[in-house]
């Protein structure tokens, strides 16, 4: 994975930003800020953008290529649209990376590092960046709960329509093969007395 500066002309956003709704929380003067803190990762296929377990400040967005979200060895999801924001949490919660972000194709993301847009924009200094900065990440995830609850919708329906569409099954008694019995010795502790 390369990494470079990200260089931009004042005012004139890439149209892969202009496709993310989210970020018209930021005014233009804003997000130019936003962009010059930003890094492009240029990914080969297997390259980790986000390693799971890790710690990490940025915020990325994918602006071409396919990535896949695992946790541990399972594919949780894939990031396949232009735009798409992902690692928004981090902002947040300060925590580590609870899956990893994999590229699936060759692709190239838009790296946002907070802790500098921290640096440059301090909380008591420029409350307004910040509040669009959150404002942006509660958009994000916002969107991620709608899609989610749609998707679980989806599923609640077809496992209803399954459960339907199925007939019970009927439970068959199954014969239970019979045991020999244990011969029973007398409390005497003699051998039982076979009858010719």
Not at 165 to 170: K, L
Request: proline share 5%; aromatic share 4%; charged share 30%.
């Amino acid at each position: 994975m390369k990494e470079f500066a990200y260089i931009h002309d004042e005012k004139q956003n890439p149209s892969p930003l202009r496709a993310v709704p989210a970020l018209s929380s930021f005014s233009d003067d804003q997000l130019d800020d936003v962009l010059n803190s930003s890094s492009l990762l240029q990914c080969e296929q297997g390259d980790h953008i986000i390693k799971e377990g890790s710690i990490d400040s940025r915020i990325y967005v994918l602006l071409s290529g396919e990535l896949e979200v695992r946790v541990g060895s399972k594919k949780v999801a894939a990031i396949t649209r232009i735009g798409e924001v992902f690692g928004e949490l981090a902002l947040v919660n300060h925590d580590k990376r609870l899956a990893s972000v994999i590229a699936s194709t060759k692709a190239v993301c838009l790296a946002v590092d907070q802790k500098f847009l921290q640096d440059i924009h301090p909380r008591e200094e420029d409350p307004d960046f910040h509040a669009a900065l959150y404002e942006f990440v509660a958009r994000l995830v916002v969107r991620k709960l709608e899609a989610t609850s749609r998707r679980l919708a989806e599923v609640e329906k077809e496992l209803k329509l399954l459960r339907e569409s199925q007939p019970v099954a009927e439970i068959k008694a199954v014969a239970v093969p019979k045991l020999k019995r244990p011969v029973k010795r007398a409390a005497t502790g003699r051998k039982p007395v076979r009858r010719r």
